[in-house]
């Protein structure tokens, strides 16, 4: 008998045999890649790895060490794959030589002492490990070596590759399916001849046994391995998973028809045909669940194919076909018209119209010129473009929208969790019914009923609509939502939102347009024409220096009232910036303060008592007044209003009307929120917050015991999205605050707010629904199974049928957004808003 690899247990062949001494006793390796691993292994203090490893389960010799892998060091390489390019950085690598739990055990201790890593954690599922580091202590080329040091293969996470390997396993599964089928029918031939008579002559009943025995062990050891593995992986986590109870009914009926074989002598029936027949079924029904899964959560594939794969490159103006890949911040490319965007960047050339329903989930088209960014993936209409490339692939909205729509479909919600903790008592259970109904049968009629009886049991039980009742539920709705606009992060949000029961919304820029115009400007009395003008200028050249919407509003008024450009604006210095207060600059030798009445009393400005009232009247308007002094003296007062969007009206009402409470969050002054509130139809109003406080008001209402859902787009409103049981941005709003947020709405409509709650409520009404079919399935099939009512080959059809309508019942979510729907609850709103304005006034 030919030795074994004492590392990977392949066998070794003649003349490649190596000896080493591992702790003092001489091992025999089949190369000297295995002896090496194996030393890195005891010399870290990880044997027990060997112990881990299933029994029988052989490993992959480690891979060839990769002479170029200096190269994924380089940043150019890295942007790739990295979101942040800082110190602390995060990437998600793939390796195919994770084979089970010991790898997963092996990889997270081994790197969890490696300095400079901060995180590691791997997925067993789709093979891959989730990686965070310091990349100022460890280099990524160092990481992937430790792990070729131990092993396994590793390369940065690509979603092309991934989905080459979910469909290599799905053809897997297709192969195993089609072996067992073709067993399944020679098997049916001998089973047919033991029926019709064959069964009675015993030297032919024994010869169609034994070929039986042959088809089974094969079909078996090939077609069955994917339960065993299954089985193998959860007893080794000492959990009890579904497969167990599926490789435990196939070994039993397995085990029983051999020893019927083995021993003739004893009349009895083989079961071999039914074993083939189920593990046929059973692999029918997971090869069904694998398509309709994959069809169900594509969404994110389906976003991510629309983004091209290469690009016109423009080098010296010549035009050059690349891979997107290849392309690099500061590059030019050309897109034609009908071509869609391959990056992020800035058009420096041409005009046209762009589709971007992608992003936005509206098909109304967008003008685009000299100076507009467009977004990867969106259709370039009628205009050719030469664009500057700014991000590529992962790095690009669109990229980063994929990231979050798979991060929201791999989060469990705490529904989820629940049916997780009750998965291996429900399996415990399971296998105490089969026990029993075999100790039953055994006694009140023979050994074959109690068998067959105890491996339908454990079949029909198989909890797998139990465990597929909420994850598809929510990575379904998450991947349909993305695709209207409304992009949900955290699958938990899609349980919590219908629960809220206080939303507050910031003002400028969510409630309104947050394209604040130039209303008007009240001088001091002394400031002359030529004075006034100096003082417009004055303050769109420091204003320019600010990003705060504010002020860009103040500059584009200016330079179009004053008929100025950007370029003749003033040279600035010492500029500074007070958050919720305002700005000063030094033009010309003259210090100008600009902002708020409270600063500038702060800063001892006097304040004329004319210019106050001024202010007052203003802000009975909804008018928000920007005070502006020279040298200490105030040279008057402009200001500013807004528009409120178009469906802010209708959504407070909706709320409302659901009986939410709704409240007005602003730092403005509390008589401009006051106005603003009732121009909305009447709303609590907490006014003239500083940006640090939102944080400590949201606080403050949840310490009373409130849900609160915080609804912002700026970056003051990034630590209070963060607080809020559920925070919600605005796609047009700041970086900060859509990856402080849990939904972020890319369509940039607020009535997706109310959508977002109402497909809350669909989600967990159909996860209440999947796990109460799955619960009524066992209730009603248990009973019959354990009476001796259903075969093994009935419940092997039942079985799978249960999961593909949990399947069925979650991809229904997909016609949430359809045109149907839409019109029904726009019709329900329309009779609460109906029903409650003919309510009698109380008396």
């Known amino acids: 008998m030919p030795q074994t690899c004492f590392h990977c247990g392949q066998a070794i062949p003649e003349g490649d045999l190596i000896l080493k001494p591992i702790e003092g006793e001489e091992r025999s390796f089949c190369c000297h890649g295995c002896a090496s691993v194996c030393e890195v292994i005891y010399e870290s203090g990880m044997q027990s790895f060997y112990q881990r490893t299933p029994e029988g389960e052989l490993l992959s010799p480690p891979p060839a060490p990769n002479k170029d892998i200096e190269f994924y060091d380089y940043d150019e390489v890295q942007e790739q794959y990295v979101n942040e390019l800082g110190d602390r950085r995060e990437i998600t690598l793939m390796s195919e030589t994770i084979h089970c739990a010991a790898c997963v055990w092996l990889i997270e201790h081994t790197l969890a002492k490696t300095d400079g890593i901060l995180m590691a954690r791997v997925n067993f599922t789709n093979k891959q490990i989730k990686l965070r580091w310091d990349n100022s202590k460890v280099k990524l080329s160092d990481i992937i070596k430790t792990l070729n040091s131990i092993g396994y293969d590793a390369t940065p996470y690509d979603a092309s590759v991934s989905e080459a390997a979910t469909k290599k396993a799905n053809r897997d599964l297709l192969y195993r399916l089609g072996f067992a089928g073709f067993a399944m029918m020679n098997a049916m031939w001998f089973s047919v001849a033991l029926y019709t008579g064959a069964n009675e002559d015993p030297e032919y009943r024994n010869y169609f046994h034994w070929i039986q025995l042959v088809i089974a062990t094969i079909t078996l050891a090939y077609s069955g391995k994917p339960f065993f593995q299954g089985a193998m992986t959860s007893l080794k986590g000492r959990t009890v998973g579904m497969d167990v109870s599926i490789s435990l009914g196939m070994l039993t009926t397995y085990l029983y028809s051999v020893w019927v074989t083995l021993h003739p002598e004893n009349v009895g029936d083989v079961y071999f045909d039914t074993l083939i027949d189920f593990m046929f079924l059973l692999l029918i029904g997971r090869y069904l669940e694998a398509i309709s899964k994959n069809k169900a959560v594509d969404a994110s594939r389906r976003l991510m194919e629309l983004q091209p794969k290469v690009a016109r490159s423009l080098e010296d103006g010549e035009e050059k076909i690349v891979p997107v890949r290849a392309l690099i911040k500061g590059m030019q490319i050309l897109v034609k018209p009908g071509e869609q965007f391959p990056v992020d960047g800035q058009v420096i050339k041409g005009e046209g119209l762009v589709n971007e329903s992608m992003l936005s989930g509206e098909s109304r088209e967008v003008r685009k010129q000299t100076g507009s960014k467009v977004a990867a993936g969106t259709l370039n209409v009628d205009g050719s473009m030469m664009v500057e490339v700014e991000s590529i692939l992962q790095n690009t909205q669109l990229g980063r929208i994929v990231h979050m ?132 200028k004055a303050v769109a050249s420091i204003e320019n220096r600010s990003e705060h919407s504010l002020a860009q509003a103040l500059v584009d008024s200016i330079c179009q009232q004053e008929d100025l450009r950007v370029s003749q604006l003033q040279e600035v210095e010492h500029f500074k910036a007070f958050p919720g ?104 109003v907490i006014a003239e917050v500083l940006p640090e406080d939102k944080n400590t008001t949201i606080q403050g209402l949840q310490s009373d015991g409130e849900k609160v859902v915080m609804i912002g787009d700026g970056i003051n409103d990034a630590p209070a999205l963060v607080r809020a049981d559920v925070g919600i941005a605005l796609g047009s709003g700041t970086d900060v605050s859509m990856e402080s947020a849990d939904i972020v709405l890319m369509n940039n409509q607020l009535l997706s707010v109310d959508t977002a709650i109402a497909l809350s409520n669909r989600t967990l009404r159909t996860v209440k629904q999947n796990i109460a079919s799955s619960i009524a399935y066992n209730i009603i099939m248990v009973p019959l199974a354990m009476s001796g009512a259903l075969t093994p080959l009935i419940a092997a059809i039942t079985m799978p049928l249960s999961s593909l309508v949990v399947i069925g019942n979650a991809a229904r979510i997909r016609s949430f957004f359809s045109k149907k729907s839409m019109r029904n609850r726009q019709a329900v709103h329309q009779v609460s808003e109906s029903a409650r304005s003919s309510k009698a006034p109380l008396v």
């Open 405 to 536: 729509v798979e991060e929201a479909q791999g989060s469990k919600a705490p529904i989820q969790c629940t049916a997780d903790k009750i998965m291996p008592w429900f399996v415990t259970v399971t296998l105490s019914l089969a026990a029993f109904s075999f100790v039953f049968w055994l006694f009140n009629a023979d050994i074959e009923f109690a068998i067959m009886t105890a491996t339908a049991v454990l079949i029909i039980t198989c909890p797998c609509a139990f465990g597929l009742a909420t994850p598809m539920a929510i990575a379904v709705a998450s991947g349909v939502s993305a695709r209207h606009g409304i992009l949900v992060k955290n699958g938990t949000v899609l349980e919590t939102l219908r629960d809220m029961d206080h939303f507050v919304f910031d003002k400028t820029g969510t409630l309104t347009k947050g394209k604040m115009q130039l209303a008007g400007f009240e001088a001091e009395n002394l400031l002359s024409p030529a004075g006034k003008k100096a003082t417009f």
């Open 581 to 684: 207060k305002g700005v000063t600059g030094t033009v010309e030798g003259e210090k100008w303060h600009i902002g708020t009445a409270r600063w500038f009393e702060e800063e001892d400005i006097e304040l004329s008592f004319d210019l106050r009232e001024h202010t007052l009247q203003r802000a009975q308007k909804a008018q928000t007044a920007v005070w502006v002094a020279k040298n200490a003296k105030v040279q008057g007062v402009l200001y500013l209003e807004d528009e409120l969007r178009e469906d802010a009206v209708e959504l407070i009402a909706r709320l409302k009307a659901q009986g939410k409470q709704v409240t007005l969050l602003s730092g403005d002054l509390q008589v401009v929120a006051q106005q603003v509130a009732e121009k909305l139809g009447g709303m609590n």
